[in-house]
């Protein structure tokens, strides 16, 4: 164990007077697997919230949020687009650099997801691949593609290359049009089944992370029960999940049209944007969001 006091430099004299003595910088390991890991062991809970620029993944990241995800939600939030839908490869690691660059301007600790948009993993497992490396090459520590079963080989593919993995579950935006809405899924026996056997096909082929996007609470605490070394994260999906993400601009209370229920304006009570992802980290961490007796589907 290092002194704390050992790091206490000196008052420093200056043209313009005595500066008081620098605080040591904060001692933050970045967030790895192997600490979520440990997060997941202990029952701590995983907070992630999106950003899509430098200075909102700084502020994010010194507010305690262990995960920054470069969502293709900023086609709809920063490009004005009607879904995620048209955003592109380029836009992704545009953003993604942007974010890496805020967060090593500030020895950021966060573990950088970035989604791999639209079109850019479905044709082949060659074709994931390039696209999961134009964001690793971005900065990204993991990337997250959308889909049940069928991405297994491509999760497995990528996992046995070096490349981390997040999965999506569940409401998987991309696909709205096939969906026929933003609406919540699993509801059915028959859906849910499906569900819990696709999260365990991910698991299986290597994913370390799931995002749960509007599922009931009972199915996604359950499916985090039974994967342990698969850190769920839930957004519309109970308070049963290892972890919760929420879009940045929601929680800030900024947006382009209709709220998803499932939002908190973190903002509100705050009176800045730092404290309101402080709050955010506490409330996910005490278990008080999301509050299931509000919108447990
Ligand atoms: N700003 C923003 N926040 C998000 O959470 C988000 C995005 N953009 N873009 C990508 C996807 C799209 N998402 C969405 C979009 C709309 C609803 C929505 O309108 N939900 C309604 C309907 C629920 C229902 O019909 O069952 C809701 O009231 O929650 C939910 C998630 C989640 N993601
Ligand atoms: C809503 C989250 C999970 C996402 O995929 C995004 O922001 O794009
Ligand atoms: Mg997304």
Same mark, same amino acid.
């Given at each position: 164990?290092?002194?704390?006091? !050992?790091?206490?430099?000196?008052?420093?004299?200056?043209?313009?007077?005595?500066? /008081?003595?620098?605080?040591?910088?904060?001692?933050?390991?970045?967030?790895?697997?192997?600490?979520?890991?440990? @997060?997941?062991e202990t029952g701590e809970k995983i907070t992630m919230l999106t950003a899509y620029d430098a200075t909102f993944a700084a502020v994010a990241d010194a507010a305690g949020v262990e995960c920054i995800l470069v969502g293709d939600s900023l086609g @709809?939030?920063?490009?004005?687009?009607?879904?995620?839908?048209?955003?592109?490869?380029?836009?992704?690691?545009?953003?993604?650099?942007?974010?890496?660059? #805020?967060?090593?301007?500030?020895? #950021?600790?966060?573990?950088?997801?970035?989604d791999l948009p639209y079109g850019t993993y479905a044709e082949s497992r060659e074709q994931a691949l390039r696209s999961?490396?134009?964001?690793? !090459?971005? #900065?990204?520590? @993991?990337?997250?593609?959308e889909g049940g079963g069928w991405t297994a080989p491509t999760v497995e593919f990528l996992v046995q290359r070096g490349v981390p993995v997040c999965a999506h579950l569940g409401l998987t935006p991309q696909t709205v049009h096939a969906l026929g809405g933003y609406r919540v899924q699993g509801k059915t026996e028959d859906a849910a089944r499906t569900l819990r056997k696709e999260a365990l096909e991910l698991q299986n082929a290597g994913a370390a992370m799931l995002v749960l996007e509007?599922?009931?609470?009972?199915?996604?605490?359950?499916?985090?029960?039974?994967? /342990?070394?698969?850190?769920?994260?839930?957004i519309g999906a109970g308070n049963g999940t290892a972890g919760q993400v929420l879009v940045l601009h929601d929680m800030l209370g900024v947006n382009l049209g209709k709220m998803p229920k499932f939002v908190h304006n973190f903002m509100q009570d705050a009176g800045s944007v730092r #404290?309101?992802?402080?709050?955010?980290?506490?409330?996910v961490k005490q278990g008080r969001? /999301?509050?299931?007796?509000?919108?447990?589907?």
């Open positions: 164990m290092t002194d704390p006091a !050992q790091h206490q430099a000196a008052p420093q004299a200056t043209p313009y007077g005595t500066l /008081p003595p620098a605080s040591p910088l904060p001692q933050r390991r970045p967030v790895s697997l192997p600490r979520l890991a440990q @997060m997941r @709809m939030v920063c490009q004005g687009l009607p879904s995620t839908v048209g955003v592109s490869l380029d836009t992704m690691a545009y953003h993604t650099a942007s974010v890496a660059r #805020g967060l090593h301007r500030v020895q #950021g600790t966060a573990w950088l997801v970035a999961a490396c134009t964001l690793m !090459q971005a #900065g990204a520590h @993991m990337v997250k593609l509007m599922v009931p609470a009972a199915l996604a605490a359950e499916i985090t029960a039974e994967l /342990p070394h698969c850190h769920t994260i839930g #404290g309101a992802m402080e709050a955010y980290v506490q409330a969001f /999301p509050d299931n007796t509000l919108h447990a589907w």
